[in-house]
T-cell receptor, first 114, second 114 residues
Framework: GENVEQHPSTLSVQEGDSAVIKCTYS??????FPWYKQELGKRPQLIIDIRSNVGEKKDQRIAVTLNKTAKHFSLHITETQPEDSAVYFCAASIKGGSNYKLTFGKGTLLTVNP | DSGVTQTPKHLITATGQRVTLRCSPR?????VYWYQQSLDQGLQFLIQYYNGEERAKGNILERFSAQQFPDLHSELNLSSLELGDSALYFC?????????????FGPGTRLTVL
């Protein structure tokens, strides 16, 4: 089955710096890659996603890049703010029959220090 | 607010007991997914239902079962509970299964087994 590796597991940055979180996936048939942000005790919330026919997508301070050849995708957060502090999960979607299933990475705890 | 609702928010019970977690998907969503999130763990996919039918199984124990009803709400039944079953249980919903689709998460049910 699909395996998603996420690095680093923890990341600490100063407010205003950039943060980059990287994920690799194992199944070349994966075609949808969402990123979720989860604050402590809260639900995961989709922050950005990218499909396999696109190499890069940006939404204000957040961007995601996808390298299908290398089977990795990354989340970039610029001008970080304390409210960006949370756990971030990447995921990859793989089709099985007529069904799509998400496999999640283990998460990155991002801390933005004021 | 994602539009996905889950009840109860918290559940405290004893080992050996049985509990039922309930999830109502977003209006119009036909697919429901259940995930388990233990302390320091990522999101472990348990099971998926689409329009009342089971469509995919993940790391779901035999002591756990689920179903989706005609009104599309879903229930996750956990029986013979063990201490290790203590976790956050999330459900998510999406429109369909025929294409990789965004999953929207509910607020979760925190289960504590004493």
């Amino acid at each position: 089955g699909e395996n998603v590796e996420q690095h680093p597991s923890t990341l600490s940055v100063q407010e205003g710096d950039s943060a980059v979180i990287k994920c690799t996936y194992s199944d070349s048939a994966s075609n949808y890659f969402p990123w979720y942000k989860q604050e402590l005790g809260k639900r995961p919330q989709l922050i950005i996603d990218i499909r396999s026919n696109v190499g890069e997508k940006k939404d204000q301070r957040i961007a995601v890049t996808l390298n299908k050849t290398a089977k990795h995708f990354s989340l970039h957060i610029t001008e970080t703010q304390p409210e960006d502090s949370a756990v971030y999960f990447c995921a990859a979607s793989i089709k099985g029959g007529s069904n799509y299933k998400l496999t999640f990475g283990k998460g990155t705890l991002l801390t933005v220090n004021p | 607010d994602s539009g996905v609702t889950q009840t109860p928010k918290h559940l405290i019970t004893a080992t050996g007991q049985r509990v039922t977690l309930r999830c109502s998907p977003r209006s119009g969503d036909l697919s429901v997914y259940w995930y388990q999130q233990s302390l320091d763990q990522g999101l472990q996919f348990l099971i998926q239902y689409y329009n009342g039918e089971e469509r995919a199984k993940g790391n779901i124990l035999e002591r756990f079962s689920a179903q989706q009803f005609p009104d599309l709400h879903s229930e996750l039944n956990l029986s013979s509970l063990e201490l290790g079953d203590s976790a956050l249980y999330f459900c998510a919903s999406s429109v369909a299964i025929g294409a990789p689709d965004t999953q929207y998460f509910g607020p979760g049910t925190r289960l504590t087994v004493l």
